[in-house]
């Protein structure tokens, strides 16, 4: 006897949609869809939640007409095999009715999803997003990934409390031990 198995049935961003209009999942839910695959996030952390509101006063305040400021913001990639919600993108001025299809800056703080934030990256890169900032907090770096392509990222480095942060979208630099909550 010979035994199959069958492939997994892939999910997208519409299927999604259809089932929070059905009363499925629940439209406040937190979850991704990752190749198709849909997810649930983590719990945010006071740590997290303070890094992100440092993020967006930092990137909120350069921002003039030059980018939008999204926070935990729907992005849809791969022709919306994922949708994810990044800590932080900072998009082109768009339509109040689009969804970001890619961003100028992605930045994904971690308290303890290091492993699925860096799996992400892959999506990221294919979607043309030029930089991606991955801030692990227990680890106190923060992992700048640059000039992305069909396989990924291809520039990848790391920075401590000591270092600043410029974005390719020309925001004012970052003070990691500032973004970190590192007190001098």
């Not at 949708?83 to 308290?111: C, G, M, N, W």
């Amino acid at each position: 006897m010979v035994h199959t198995v069958a492939p997994p049935h892939r999910l997208s961003f519409e299927d999604v949609l259809r089932m929070v209009e059905a009363g499925i999942l629940d439209e406040d839910a937190r979850v991704e869809l990752v190749d198709g695959v849909l997810v649930d996030m983590s719990p945010i952390s006071p740590e997290h939640s303070g890094a992100v509101a440092w993020l967006n006063r930092h990137f909120t305040l350069a921002s003039g007409d030059a980018w939008e400021v999204r926070i935990q913001d729907q992005l849809v990639l791969r022709d919306g095999r994922d949708f994810v919600q990044p800590d932080l993108i900072l998009i082109e001025p768009a339509p109040r009715s689009q969804l970001a299809t890619t961003a100028l800056l992605v930045v994904e703080v971690a308290h303890t999803s290091q492993r699925r934030d860096r799996e992400k990256a892959r999506g990221y890169a294919e979607a043309g997003v030029p930089d991606y900032w991955l801030v692990d907090l227990v680890a106190e770096t923060v992992t700048v990934l640059r000039d992305p392509g069909p396989d990924g990222y291809r520039t990848e480095t790391a920075h401590g409390p000591a270092d600043e942060l410029t974005a390719l979208a020309g925001a004012p630099p970052v003070s990691v031990a500032a973004l970190l909550g590192i007190r001098s």
